[in-house]
């Protein structure tokens, strides 16, 4: 028979810690306990697939908030039921800053019983083969084939990086790949773009002189601005960037994670 | 497919998997490299040759971030130093390192041979001259909106039309510049054969 697979994640690892164990013991599910860091979760959550998601809250602010609205990336793949744990203020903080939809909040301390409750709920219309949709819609759009993709721009003079860029970002965002600055001119005369991965090096117009055409001019100016760099140039482009200004870095080669991460620092 | 091969050789496979996401994009990526040598290689020894150092350190930049990609780190430091020394002009040290780069760059990619060689997809079903001209124009359009999936599942579509060499050359050209994200120059040589087709 299936086990319902349960990822438990949170600052507050006491917590997190002593669900899992209850879970592990009482209920034979499939627990799978995971740091609260972004990168880490967005590594996890795609590989491991759980079907629940348990967030322990512990003095959050609201950057730490932020961290798990990757989980609505990682959502887009498959169902999840988000269930949090959190004390009165750390509810109202995340109500206040989360991206997240829908979740269902747990009361410190933990009542057992009422999680149990709900996990049964959820593992009934898992074994039941009508979990998808039905648990999608409880905290991400219901049809995320509507949901307006963000459209990305990268613009790099070497092929292989183009394609893994594409390769990494497809799953979540509508991705153009061109090969040089006059190229990404043409296709912004005639698309809407959202975000622009730019590499630093290039012949003939390079980042730089890309980004700061973007940035005369009015038409383009708001588009955030993500360079690619290697790590060589590193140093270099770290001085240069204090000049202009970008949203940000990534060096490349880059991970799935951390340039999936990087981009929704940007985009939220 | 196994991989243990390259372990062997001393290429840091989990590193690739690591930047790749999987084994098999990593088994693409390896393909992708494979095929992209030939005019990699063509472009660095003409930029070597013409002593043009800026390009030739932009170029190598790109091969050291592709090699340390696919887990190939002895050879992504071979370009990094070369990168380096053509940023600083140690023009000597290009010129003794250049010919060694270009060795241990082909030893890799024969070592990855049968991983580009293998699954090669099968030539496109033969069109007559109307689907020729018909997918020749969705192409070109494809082209315009910078739509390189497309325009890759079009121009192997068009390669089914019995071109004459000449065009069938050019046609394999056009091919390379969508893989390398050249739209205008694609649309240029798909506008002249289209022109051949009756």
Known sequence: MKKLKILVTGKNRRIATDVCNHLAEDKDYHVIKCSAKQDVLFATVPQERPRVIIICLGDETKETIKTFDILKECAKLGAITLIVVANSEDKSLFIKYTGLEKMFFLSRPVSLYMLYDKLEEVEKKYLDGEDDDALLSEYVNPDPDKVQRKHILAVDDSAQQLMQIKEHLKEFYDVTLVGSGKDAFKLLSKRKVDLILLDYMMPDMDGPEVFRKLKDDPMYAYIPVIFLTGVTEKDLVIKTLVDLKPQGYVVKPSKKSELVAKIIDVLG | ?198
């Open chain 2, 1 to 198: 497919m196994d991989i243990s091969f390259l372990e062997a050789k001393g290429i840091n496979t989990k590193v690739g998997i690591e930047f790749t996401g999987s084994n098999e994009k990593y088994i693409s990526a390896l393909k992708r490299f494979f095929t992209s040598y030939e005019d990699n290689n063509k472009k660095v020894q003409e930029l070597f040759e013409k002593r043009d150092f800026d390009n030739y350190g932009i170029v190598v930049h790109a091969l050291k971030s592709n090699s340390k990609m696919v887990g190939a780190m002895m050879l992504s430091e071979v370009f990094e130093k070369l990168e380096i020394a053509s940023k600083e002009r140690d023009i000597l040290y290009v010129k003794e390192n250049h010919n060694i780069m270009l060795a241990e760059y082909r030893d890799f990619v024969e070592l990855i041979r049968p991983i580009g060689e293998a699954d090669v997809a099968p030539p496109a079903d033969e069109i007559d001259g109307e689907k020729a001209k018909e997918i020749a124009g969705e192409l070109l359009n494809a082209l315009d909106d910078f739509d390189d999936e497309k325009s890759k599942d079009l121009a192997k579509k068009l390669s089914g039309y019995p071109f004459r060499l000449t065009q069938k050359d050019q046609l394999g050209s056009a091919i390379k510049h969508i893989d390398n994200f050249m739209y205008d120059d694609a649309a240029e040589i798909i506008k002249e054969i289209s022109k051949t087709i009756e």
